[in-house]
């Protein structure tokens, strides 16, 4: 086998990615305590299925370790979408699926009538959500997820008494990102420095919590499951780390 | 380090699933050519994204390589859910989120109208759909998946005109799982062993392919997703490997 010529391409294997995501979720735990994920498909599939493994949680009714809840929507930047024109693709956001939620159905035995606002809900308002994507290169994705979630929250709010309303706990939001890339970004998101900066407003927090699995320079990053072939991935993974052992 | 006993579970890493989703891939658009994938969450989030890797597709319009759509939903059968009662934990399927079909909305700009159904519709009539899945072990959740998929396919199939239904292409689906589990089945499918046993009736297959990156034992299954330490469970499953060899 020869040696191939290193390009700038970084080359993450799953495992490092696995191990990032641990790494993340003792301080998303720590500082957000998430109740759901909502994973931006198809690139947050994977990091939310493994975040899930780090936070499990005990239920406090009845003392088993449960899963956090995750719901799926999916958008689309770079993608060809039908219907949309050549010049919208790159700068539109288009929603190729979007929450549903509400009262979980049950199959078979009678619907089961579950509280549609607050902790377990299954819903947005009243919990910490935590959205979650493979990277934020341009932000744009993850600008227009939180503020279309947001969105909804307010809309509900807006909805539900005011009585109801002022005994929810407030809804709040982070984003977790496997890389966050160093380069200028197309869209702003009011991200907290620390905790200490959170403020409440009208029942929902007044910016968003943002972690990331690590920061990196702005190179194209092959994800592994982009790969065709996942053996000379890691095979490359494994010359770039060594060539860079030996840099330092 | 000290070598542990080694348990009957099957640990499969990364690496492994994505080569079994590949090899598998090639057969999938040989025979069934899906057009888009329904992820069952969360264990289908990982295979749905790899397969996509290997499912890409020229458009035919455009000539480009394109990406097949992912929809997720979210089914729950072991889980705890909230307003379950604990008798309807493990016979229960419960629906976390389902299918939000219809036109891509587009955000900013004015809607675009895109065709509803047929072809690159994002819906399921018409199509090839494809349902991921992790694992085929009781074969609950995929019997329910697949028949409310159908249900949904034919209550809209009833609401289209009847000169417009005509010119539709069927609706067909097909099932890919990880692992197969051998070993008595709760719930039937429709298999189909061949694609000459295929019959089209009132516009949907009458059946359903199914196809699983391996068969196994009955025996756990540890995924690497669902691991606190990957490094572990990639020494015991080469370990594992080892032994095996050994034997042979």
Same mark, same amino acid.
Request: hydrophobic share 35%.
């Given at each position: 086998?020869?040696?191939?010529?290193?390009?700038?391409?970084?080359?993450?294997?799953?495992?490092?990615?696995?191990?990032?995501?641990?790494?993340?979720?003792?301080?998303?735990?720590?500082?957000?305590?998430?109740?759901?994920?909502? @994973?931006?498909?198809?690139?947050?599939?994977?990091? &939310?299925?493994?975040?899930?493994?780090?936070?499990?949680?005990?239920? $406090?009714?009845?003392?088993?370790?449960?899963?956090?809840?995750?719901?799926? /929507?999916?958008?689309?930047?770079?993608?060809?979408?039908?219907?949309?024109? $050549?010049?919208?693709?790159?700068?539109?956001?288009?929603?190729?699926?979007?929450? $549903?939620?509400? !009262?979980?159905? &049950?199959?078979? !035995?009678?619907?089961?009538?579950?509280?549609?606002?607050?902790?377990?809900?299954?819903?947005?308002?009243?919990?910490?959500?935590?959205?979650?994507?493979?990277?934020?290169?341009?932000?744009?994705?993850?600008?227009?997820?939180?503020?279309?979630?947001?969105?909804?929250?307010?809309?509900?709010?807006?909805?539900?008494?005011?009585?109801?309303?002022?005994?929810?706990?407030?809804?709040?939001?982070?984003?977790?990102?496997?890389?966050?890339?160093?380069?200028?970004?197309?869209?702003?998101?009011? /991200?907290?420095?620390?905790? !200490?900066?959170?403020?409440?407003?009208?029942?929902?927090?007044?910016?968003?919590?943002?972690?990331?699995?690590?920061?990196?320079?702005?190179?194209?990053?092959?994800?592994?499951?982009?790969?065709?072939?996942?053996? $000379?991935?890691?095979?490359?993974? @494994?010359? @770039?780390?060594?060539?860079?052992?030996? &840099?330092?």
């Amino acid at each position: 086998m020869t040696t191939p010529e290193l390009d700038d391409h970084r080359r993450p294997t799953y495992e490092d990615i696995h191990v990032m995501i641990g790494n993340a979720a003792k301080k998303i735990v720590e500082e957000f305590k998430p109740d759901l994920m909502v @994973a931006i498909g198809g690139g947050g599939f994977f990091p &939310a299925r493994v975040l899930r493994t780090f936070l499990k949680r005990r239920d $406090e009714k009845t003392g088993k370790q449960r899963n956090l809840p995750i719901q799926a /929507i999916g958008l689309s930047l770079y993608e060809q979408v039908d219907g949309m024109s $050549e010049e919208m693709i790159g700068t539109q956001v288009v929603r190729t699926q979007w929450l $549903e939620f509400g !009262a979980p159905k &049950a199959s078979g !035995a009678g619907d089961e009538v579950a509280a549609r606002y607050g902790k377990d809900s299954g819903g947005l308002v009243g919990n910490n959500v935590l959205i979650v994507d493979e990277v934020d290169d341009s932000r744009t994705t993850l600008h227009y997820a939180y503020n279309e979630l947001l969105k909804d929250v307010r809309a509900t709010l807006d909805s539900i008494p005011a009585d109801v309303r002022a005994d929810l706990p407030p809804t709040r939001f982070a984003i977790f990102v496997v890389q966050n890339k160093l380069g200028p970004k197309r869209a702003e998101l009011p /991200i907290y420095n620390s905790p !200490a900066d959170e403020k409440i407003v009208d029942g929902v927090a007044d910016g968003v919590y943002y972690y990331a699995g690590e920061t990196t320079p702005p190179v194209w990053i092959d994800y592994p499951w982009e790969m065709q072939d996942i053996t $000379e991935h890691n095979r490359l993974s @494994a010359l @770039a780390k060594a060539r860079n052992q030996q &840099a330092n």
